[in-house]
Each structure stands twice: as structure tokens, then as C-alpha cells.
């Protein structure tokens, strides 16, 4: 099984589309598709046949269908947004697309037609905070949660935008019968560490958030029964003595969840961890030089490639894991275009 790679290049207006060497990790590009508006974010449904753009210049969230032989994208349509969004995750069962909006600080929930295409308005909004920063359901369907920043950094990339954040985790209920999100309390970081993106360890009660500003990541434990968080620990995505300007980015684990990667855009690196399979606890496992402001980066289907799109250069370099350290050592580096913005592997049939 292939796996393709999509990159959105915000200033291009384009997504460019990759087919990936199981052996090499080498790239051989395969189509551009128009994408006018700026796209910058992707969602997937979990049959991952329906790939999820989202639009920063012309607010919007577009819907395509990806053919499993050669990764080809045919558009299902687009809806309109009040606010560009900031994330996009369809639940567990298809049926709704979960979004936040980082201007507009709130949670919307849209229903997925039988075909995956994404209808409008919105059956759900919940108002949380500006920063919206993630949205997506646990392994049970059963809840959601949204971080926000701590406070607006001024981007080596864009203006400051002067939006206070107000650095706290909104806990969510969410009925996968009816689409709707149910308040379930807030959680408060420790310290304004701007939590941003997160994702659940699979056979573990961890949840892993990527700290903006307190470039770090912080574990917090799901009960899985009240559906709320609790403090585990922070560990830093810097090296030790490293005091450069720097915010984290996305973060991923491997399929196997043994390894946890981070982005540091100021540093410029990404930065990897050992999880310990039987408490989910983080031990630095290095940290490989990546190209500038690496906000988007992703891995193949096996976890065996790392791809890390730096968006001040228009380059995407690309890293082999090493299957028992979690070392990246680095491969090649493309130039793909304007502002790469988001970055997704996808297995082909």
C-alpha cells in the first residue's frame, strides 16, 4: 500500500500532490490542484477517501474526494464560513466535521452527507475564546477539547493581530447522535503555556498538547468516564540551555506510539520523544535541524518518513525514523511553493 502527500501552499492557491516511495521516503510529484482562497489546513475522514481544505483568504471548508489509485482530488463542493478555520477533524464515525476558528473563538460541528462531502450552516457552535486553536474527539466519540494560546505572538511570518488568548483547555461532551457539543468544564494549563494541538495516546488514558508559548509538551490524563483532564507533566521541546524565540507548532505520534514528534518555529527544529509504552511519560530523543518555521509536518501512514514543510522558505524536508530511537535522520529537501501550510499522508488502496 502507497501512501500520497498533499501540500497546501497558502500563497500559491494549491495543492500539490505527492506519491511516496515505501522504501526511499523519496517524493515523485504526481498533480497541482486549484485551490483558490488561500488554503491552509486539511481534515480527513476516517475512511480516508474524503480529504478536508480549509480556506484562510476566502473563508471556507472544501470537500474532496480522493481516488485511492492515484490520489487524484475531484472537488464535492465548498461552504462558507463565517471566520477562516483553524482546525478540521471529522468524529469517529464520519457523520460530522468537527472546527474551530481561532478569529472568531468558537466550535462548530457541520453534517457529512453519506458521500463525505461537508453541508452547511452549521448544526452546532459553541462560542469558547479567541485562540481556538483544535478540536477533535477521543478513541470513545464520547468528547471533545479545545485549547487555546496564551496570548497572540507576533509571527516572523505576519503582523500581530493584537487577540488576547486566554490560555485554558474547553472540555466537551460531544452526542455523536445529534452532532452537538455539551460544555464539561475548562481545564487551566500550568503556567500560560498556550496549549495548541493535541493528540490521544491509543491504548493509554494520555493526551499529549503541544505548548505554543511554553514551547513544551504536556501530558494530561482522560477519565474516560467524566471525560475531563488532569496535569501529568510538561517536558520541553528545547534543548537544554537553548533560550532562542521560539513557539511550538503541531505535534504526532507515530502509529505505534512509541515515538512523539513536535515543531519548533524560532529554533527551527523538530524535536523528537520516546513515549514509555507503559506510562506514556516523554524522554527527549533529539532534535533534527528542519527548514524555517516548520508550522506544518506530518508522517507517512507507517511512520517510517517524517515530512516537515518550513513556511518562510517553500522548501519541504524530508527524515527516515529510525524504528528504535525515534532519530530522524535527514533525506531529501523539495521546493514546493508558496507558504506551505498544511501537510498529510494519505494510504492509497
Request: hydrophobic share 35%.
Given at each position: 500500500?502507497?501512501?500520497?502527500?498533499?501540500v497546501?501552499?497558502?500563497?500559491d492557491d494549491k495543492?500539490v500532490?505527492?506519491?511516496?516511495?515505501a522504501s526511499?521516503?523519496?517524493?515523485?510529484?504526481?498533480?497541482?490542484?486549484?485551490?483558490?482562497g488561500?488554503?491552509?489546513?486539511?481534515g480527513l475522514?476516517?475512511?480516508?477517501?474524503?480529504?478536508?481544505?480549509?480556506?484562510?483568504?476566502?473563508?471556507?471548508?472544501?470537500?474532496?474526494?480522493?481516488?485511492?489509485?492515484s490520489?487524484?482530488?475531484?472537488?464535492?463542493?465548498?461552504?462558507?464560513?463565517?471566520?477562516?478555520?483553524?482546525?478540521?477533524?471529522?468524529?469517529?464515525?464520519?457523520?460530522?466535521?468537527?472546527?474551530?476558528s481561532?478569529?472568531?473563538?468558537?466550535?462548530?460541528?457541520?453534517?457529512?452527507?453519506?458521500?463525505?462531502?461537508?453541508?452547511?450552516?452549521?448544526?452546532d457552535?459553541?462560542?469558547?475564546?479567541?485562540g481556538?486553536?483544535?478540536i477533535?474527539?477521543?478513541p470513545?466519540?464520547?468528547?471533545?477539547f479545545v485549547?487555546?494560546?496564551?496570548?497572540?505572538?507576533?509571527?516572523?511570518?505576519?503582523?500581530?493581530?493584537?487577540?488576547?488568548?486566554p490560555?485554558?483547555?474547553?472540555?466537551f461532551?460531544?452526542?455523536?447522535t445529534?452532532?452537538?457539543?455539551?460544555?464539561?468544564?475548562?481545564?487551566?494549563?500550568?503556567?500560560?503555556i498556550g496549549?495548541?494541538?493535541?493528540?490521544?495516546?491509543?491504548?493509554?488514558?494520555?493526551v499529549?498538547?503541544?505548548?505554543?508559548?511554553?514551547?513544551?509538551?504536556?501530558?494530561?490524563?482522560?477519565?474516560?468516564?467524566?471525560?475531563?483532564?488532569?496535569?501529568v507533566?510538561?517536558?520541553?521541546s528545547?534543548?537544554?540551555?537553548?533560550?532562542?524565540?521560539?513557539?511550538?507548532?503541531?505535534?504526532?505520534?507515530?502509529?505505534?506510539?512509541?515515538f512523539?514528534?513536535?515543531?519548533?518555529?524560532?529554533?527551527?527544529?523538530?524535536?523528537?520523544?520516546?513515549?514509555?509504552?507503559?506510562?506514556?511519560?516523554l524522554?527527549?530523543?533529539?532534535?533534527?535541524?528542519?527548514?524555517?518555521?516548520?508550522?506544518?509536518?506530518?508522517l507517512?501512514?507507517?511512520?517510517?518518513?517524517?515530512?516537515?514543510?518550513?513556511?518562510?522558505?517553500?522548501?519541504?524536508a524530508?527524515?527516515?525514523?529510525?524504528?528504535?530511537?525515534?532519530a530522524?535522520?535527514?533525506?531529501d529537501?523539495?521546493?514546493?511553493g508558496?507558504?506551505?501550510?498544511?501537510?498529510?499522508?494519505?494510504?492509497l488502496?
Amino acid at each position: 500500500m502507497a501512501d500520497v502527500l498533499y501540500v497546501a501552499l497558502q500563497d500559491d492557491d494549491k495543492i500539490v500532490t505527492f506519491g511516496i516511495d515505501a522504501s526511499s521516503g523519496k517524493l515523485q510529484p504526481r498533480a497541482e490542484t486549484p485551490a483558490a482562497g488561500a488554503p491552509s489546513i486539511f481534515g480527513l475522514r476516517p475512511d480516508q477517501r474524503v480529504l478536508y481544505v480549509g480556506y484562510r483568504g476566502t473563508p471556507g471548508i472544501e470537500s474532496c474526494r480522493i481516488d485511492g489509485s492515484s490520489g487524484a482530488l475531484r472537488s464535492l463542493g465548498r461552504v462558507a464560513t463565517e471566520h477562516w478555520p483553524t482546525y478540521l477533524r471529522a468524529d469517529r464515525t464520519g457523520k460530522y466535521l468537527l472546527s474551530v476558528s481561532y478569529q472568531g473563538g468558537y466550535a462548530s460541528v457541520h453534517p457529512l452527507g453519506s458521500d463525505g462531502a461537508v453541508s452547511g450552516p452549521a448544526i452546532d457552535r459553541q462560542n469558547t475564546a479567541p485562540g481556538a486553536h483544535a478540536i477533535l474527539t477521543d478513541p470513545s466519540n464520547r468528547f471533545a477539547f479545545v485549547p487555546h494560546i496564551a496570548r497572540q505572538m507576533d509571527n516572523v511570518l505576519e503582523p500581530p493581530k493584537n487577540i488576547p488568548g486566554p490560555n485554558f483547555i474547553a472540555q466537551f461532551r460531544f452526542d455523536a447522535t445529534t452532532g452537538r457539543l455539551h460544555p464539561n468544564g475548562t481545564l487551566e494549563p500550568p503556567g500560560p503555556i498556550g496549549p495548541r494541538h493535541y493528540r490521544f495516546h491509543p491504548s493509554l488514558d494520555i493526551v499529549y498538547f503541544s505548548d505554543e508559548q511554553g514551547c513544551s509538551v504536556t501530558a494530561y490524563r482522560l477519565d474516560r468516564s467524566s471525560g475531563t483532564l488532569s496535569f501529568v507533566e510538561t517536558t520541553p521541546s528545547l534543548p537544554a540551555g537553548v533560550t532562542v524565540r521560539n513557539t511550538c507548532s503541531q505535534l504526532y505520534l507515530t502509529p505505534s506510539a512509541r515515538f512523539l514528534y513536535v515543531g519548533n518555529r524560532g529554533h527551527n527544529s523538530i524535536a523528537g520523544f520516546a513515549v514509555d509504552q507503559a506510562t506514556g511519560r516523554l524522554t527527549p530523543a533529539g532534535h533534527a535541524a528542519t527548514e524555517s518555521v516548520p508550522t506544518a509536518f506530518g508522517l507517512d501512514s507507517t511512520g517510517t518518513f517524517l515530512f516537515s514543510a518550513g513556511t518562510a522558505t517553500g522548501r519541504l524536508a524530508s527524515y527516515r525514523i529510525d524504528d528504535k530511537t525515534g532519530a530522524l535522520t535527514p533525506l531529501d529537501v523539495y521546493t514546493v511553493g508558496k507558504r506551505p501550510a498544511a501537510v498529510l499522508a494519505v494510504p492509497l488502496s
